[in-house]
């Protein structure tokens, strides 16, 4: 299976709050997850990425979790401010080089 | 150091028109990948190039889609004979040779196409 499923679609988080979004996949070769924030009428722009052999990535306010036995990782953003209003996409590749899938894309509202 | 540049920025076609979208990848990147985002959904893939050969096309339609990256100038995504359906934002990424990269995909603004 090569699709990637995120959610929620939507996400309204306060000032300061922790927003949290999940995404799952199914095939095992996909070995690079990558996270891009996309404004509106702009390109997606990388905001981290991981690979399969760690199971945490933090770079500043943004972590990624990686659960390789459930096939699920999640983006954290810590401290949300109104400038991290969005559209986040989660993706996989099934290998180095290869084509990104996309998930469906979170719209987050960060409230001030 | 320029990101990866397209243009144009919004292109306006008539039914049955040629579309031609360019895309220039980051200095040093030497694969293009091309991906459509439909309004309200998320980016689909469409080809991936690397300088003068198709790596993987497996997204493209069967009809009316082509993709270059010649040796020299710019990737074009090429549509012919347009219909309303094909109105979408086109993004081009571009990474760096492996053997050492990351595999990190850095994308362009986009071309807003729309079909009237």
């Known amino acids: 299976q090569q699709q990637v499923k995120q959610s929620p679609q939507s996400l309204i988080v306060q000032k300061g709050g922790i927003s949290i979004i999940n995404c799952a996949y199914e095939?095992?070769?996909?070995?690079?997850f990558p996270w891009y924030q996309q404004f509106p009428g702009k390109g997606p722009a990388l905001l981290i990425a991981i690979r399969p052999d760690v199971s945490e990535k933090k770079e500043g306010r943004f972590t990624i979790s990686f659960n390789k036995s459930a096939k699920q990782f999640s983006l954290h953003i810590m401290d949300s401010q109104p400038g991290d209003s969005a559209t986040y996409f989660c993706a996989a590749s099934p290998n180095q080089g290869g084509k990104l899938i996309f998930g469906q894309g979170t719209e987050l509202s960060v409230k001030p | 150091n320029a990101g990866v540049m397209q243009n144009p920025r919004h292109l306006v076609r008539r039914r049955g028109q040629e579309a031609r979208l360019r895309c220039s990848p980051m200095k040093g990147h030497s694969h293009v990948y091309w991906y459509r985002q439909l309004p309200e959904e998320g980016l689909k893939f469409m080809v991936y190039?690397?300088?003068?050969?198709?790596?993987?096309e497996s997204g493209m339609p069967k009809e009316r889609f082509s993709a270059e990256f010649p040796k020299e100038g710019p990737s074009i995504l090429r549509i012919q004979q347009v219909v309303r359906g094909d109105s979408a934002a086109y993004f081009c990424a571009s990474s760096p040779p492996y053997g050492g990269g990351s595999g990190e995909q850095f994308f362009g603004p986009g071309t807003r196409l729309t079909v009237l």
């Open positions: 095939n095992t070769a996909f070995d690079y």
């Open positions: 190039l690397q300088k003068e050969n198709i790596i993987d």
